[in-house]
């Protein structure tokens, strides 16, 4: 088994408004749908009404980010699959409820977590 995040930017979700109940119930079959399967890990969204921070080591906390996440926004899903085909198969599933494209990388394997 192996972990993958399956992702979108927001900008790539371009959905009429009143499209959207639909895609929030199509969205949601799909995360019960992994979790039925013991494959949900974790998902959910930015929240980009709240900005970045950084902290450092020693705790000092300054806003802003690395500047090459400063777009990090969208939506997540973390899954436990046994193989990249089948993290294929899940996005696909997610980019048909969402009604956009999703990136698919895979985590480096580590047995601690």
């Given at each position: 088994?192996?972990?993958?995040?399956?992702?979108?930017?927001?900008?790539?979700?371009?959905?009429?408004?009143?499209?959207?109940?639909?895609?929030?119930?199509?969205?949601?079959?799909?995360?019960?749908?992994?979790?039925?399967?013991?494959?949900?890990?974790?998902?959910?969204?930015?929240?980009?009404?709240i900005p970045p921070v950084m902290?450092?080591?020693?705790?000092?906390?300054?806003e802003g980010t690395y500047p090459q996440t400063s777009?990090?926004?969208?939506?997540?899903?973390?899954?436990?699959?046994?193989?990249?085909?089948?993290?294929?198969?899940?996005?696909?599933?997610?980019?048909?409820?969402?009604?956009?494209?999703?990136?698919?990388?895979?985590?480096?394997?580590?047995?601690?977590?």
């Amino acid at each position: 088994m192996g972990k993958y995040l399956i992702s979108f930017p927001s900008a790539a979700m371009v959905v009429p408004e009143e499209d959207m109940p639909a895609v929030v119930d199509a969205s949601h079959a799909v995360v019960q749908e992994a979790k039925d399967a013991g494959v949900w890990v974790f998902g959910g969204g930015i929240d980009e009404g709240i900005p970045p921070v950084m902290v450092d080591g020693d705790g000092s906390v300054h806003e802003g980010t690395y500047p090459q996440t400063s777009q990090l926004e969208g939506g997540y899903s973390v899954l436990d699959l046994p193989s990249h085909d089948a993290a294929l198969q899940w996005a696909a599933k997610i980019a048909a409820a969402c009604r956009c494209a999703q990136e698919v990388r895979a985590f480096h394997y580590d047995p601690a977590s």
